[in-house]
């Protein structure tokens, strides 16, 4: 997911106190898009944005194998040291998801996090590779309060499966 296909319809659903969530032309420099997600001074420690490309808040199946369990993202974050939460599911059931995190080590730089859902995040559920898996959420500084920090904003590009 790049959010340059002019013919993909790139869709943000935002939760939890991240309902800011657009598609913008990367203000780091660039011509490309981003998406911009504003985590509110009000926002649950689990807000959230979903991104999608079909109907039902989908994307494409991904294709996790025994030995193909990781995901990338790009991100840009005002601050180093936060987790960033990735969880997939599936979009007809979404009791059949497994979430992981990375975390970031630099600030207000893009950095390329990787994603390996081999290990779950603690009291999730483990990878299930029987499930189809075509839903795609991310949370930035998982587990604290826009009440903690403040209102940040965070940004996200090129969601790609393997490594």
């Given at each position: 997911i790049t959010f340059d296909a002019s013919?993909?319809?790139?869709?943000?659903?935002?939760?939890?106190?991240?309902?800011?969530?657009t598609v913008i032309v990367d203000p780091i420099g660039g011509t490309n898009k981003v998406a911009r997600v504003v985590k509110s001074g009000t926002a649950e420690l689990w807000a959230g944005t979903t991104v999608s490309t079909g109907p039902n808040f989908s994307v494409p199946t991904l294709p996790f194998t025994a030995?193909?369990?990781?995901?990338?993202?790009?991100?840009?974050?005002?601050d180093a040291g936060i987790k960033v939460r990735l969880k997939v599911e599936d979009a007809a059931d979404p009791t059949r998801s497994v979430e992981t995190e990375a975390t970031t080590t630099v600030a207000n730089a893009w950095e390329t996090l990787t994603f390996d859902f081999a290990n779950q995040a603690t009291g999730t559920a483990a990878l299930n590779l029987n499930y189809t898996y075509n839903k795609v959420s991310i949370f930035f500084n998982f587990g604290v309060t826009g009440v903690t920090v403040g209102a940040k904003t965070y940004y996200f590009d090129d969601v790609t499966f393997g490594p």
């Open positions: 013919a993909i319809t790139y869709t943000l659903t935002g939760f939890g106190g991240a309902d800011d969530s030995s193909s369990t990781q995901m990338t993202v790009r991100v840009y974050s005002p």
